[in-house]
């Protein structure tokens, strides 16, 4: 197998080094700051991008992407890794409501939200977790009642990143509940200024609150601002779930090769960490698992590269590659000793990188499916092992004890 690029690849990958090392700001961007001129800053970039085609890399033009191919976007996404410019404000957006605003809402909807999402002008929040059901998000018990041309929308979500600067978002609610949890639920979109909806902020260890408890009370939201048929929200939000999946690419967290550097400067009783031996068992360790890592990515290139659907097999990616970054990130705070509580990012090692990836690790084994669900997957899809065992599957929603 040549995981090498193809010479189409490679002009490709030298043409965006090269508009990234001529555009990129310098200093990169800073993903844990959703206000003023961190956000200011990550919606100019996010203009530049799609200005040069960089923004959503397979979109079509009609829609103001360059109309490339996935593999395009991986390897765009790779090199802009290298600047610390991914920005998360617009990921949710451009990831997965956007895309299921495509797929679902008419096409005046289309015209009127699609090219500012790109731009970084509108920015979008999904709200699906709620309090009593976040790995189960069928489990959603916020109530859209119909009434005339609109929709009355009482409950609570939660953990909804980035509400608080959002100017829309996608809402999965409950519209009948005699019948079982996956048939009874709507997808709407909404303007997050809506009257009767309620943003708090949840304030995180990191000192940052990057996600919201959102309350909604007696909100009224038209018709015509659903998406896909009632009764259906369940299809919908596969459709997203499947984009967020879909989402791969460099990703912006340190790795390996980082704390290698780290660890050739850093000593540990008057020696570089890197010649201390039980230091360097468990450094064999993380490089056979970040190896099997870059290995299974590449099958995934692959698959892209050759036109293919990467498979479940990309859960495999998260479980393993979340589960490495908290530990690097664990050792290096370690290793640091005093250093390792310095937050500022003026006067930390490596600009406190590794101390921000501490903070946020643990919610990244959380977001975007828990490892123990993403086992499941791994269980039931990749290895065919039996499925979850599913009692409230046929039973209709009022029934089960927490739909009441
Ligand atoms: C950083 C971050 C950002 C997020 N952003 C958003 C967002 O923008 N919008 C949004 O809607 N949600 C968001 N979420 C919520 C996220 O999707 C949920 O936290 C996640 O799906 C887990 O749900 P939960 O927290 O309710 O945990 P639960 O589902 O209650 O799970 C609790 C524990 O039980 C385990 N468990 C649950 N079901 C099973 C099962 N069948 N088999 C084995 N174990 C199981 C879980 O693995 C976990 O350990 C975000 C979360 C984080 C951490």
């Known amino acids: 197998m040549d995981f090498s690029d193809t010479a189409e690849e490679a002009a490709y990958r030298a043409k965006a080094r090269a508009w990234l090392e001529a555009n990129a700001p310098r200093g990169g961007l800073d993903p844990g700051r959703e206000t003023g001129e961190a956000m200011e800053k990550a919606r100019l970039w996010q203009a530049k991008k799609a200005a040069a085609g960089y923004a959503q890399i397979t979109w079509p033009k009609e829609w103001g992407g360059p109309g490339g191919t996935p593999i395009q976007q991986v390897i765009y996404s790779q090199e802009e890794a290298k600047y610390n410019v991914t920005s998360a404000h617009f990921s949710i957006g451009l990831g997965m409501c956007v895309p299921t605003v495509m797929a679902f809402a008419d096409e005046a909807t289309k ?52 509400a608080h600067y959002s100017d829309y978002g996608i809402l999965l609610a409950r519209t009948d509940v005699d019948v079982p949890k996956h048939k009874g639920m709507t997808m709407f979109w909404l303007d997050m200024k809506s009257p009767g909806i309620e943003v708090r902020p949840i304030h995180q260890m990191s000192g940052a609150s990057g996600f919201n408890e959102v309350f909604f009370t007696d909100v009224r939201i038209p018709d015509s601002q659903r998406l896909g048929p009632v ?25 390996y090769g980082d704390f290698l550097e780290l660890a050739r400067e850093v000593t ?30 590449l099958r995934t290139i692959t698959a892209l590269s050759r036109g293919q659907t990467p498979g479940p097999e990309n859960s ?30 003026a006067v930390a090692p490596m600009a406190a990188r590794f101390q921000g990836q501490l903070l946020s690790a643990p919610g990244t084994r959380i977001a975007g499916g828990t490892d123990e ?21 046929d039973v209709a929603f009022k029934d089960m004890p927490t739909g009441r």
């Open 111 to 162: 015209q009127r939200f699609v090219g500012p999402a790109l731009r970084g002008d509108d920015v979008w929040c999904q709200l699906f977790s709620e309090p009593s059901g976040g790995s189960d998000a069928a489990a959603a018990r916020t109530r859209a009642v119909r009434d005339g041309d609109d929709w009355v929308v009482n409950g609570q979500k939660i953990w909804t990143s980035g």
């Open 231 to 255: 009764g259906d929200g369940w299809k919908v939000a596969i459709v997203t779930l499947m984009n967020e999946r879909m989402s791969i690419g460099g990703g912006a967290g340190l790795d």
């Open 268 to 297: 540990i009783d008057g020696a570089p960490a890197l010649k201390n031996q039980a230091f360097r068992e468990k450094l064999a360790e993380w490089y056979v698992q970040t190896e099997g890592l870059n290995y299974t990515r």
């Open 316 to 345: 495999i990616g998260k479980v393993v590659g979340a589960t490495v970054a908290q530990e690097l990130a664990r050792e290096a705070v370690e290793m640091l000793d005093q250093f390792g509580i310095i937050s500022d990012p």
């Open 373 to 393: 669900i993403l086992r499941n997957i791994i269980a039931e899809r990749v290895l065919g092992m039996p499925g979850d065992i599913r009692v409230d599957k």
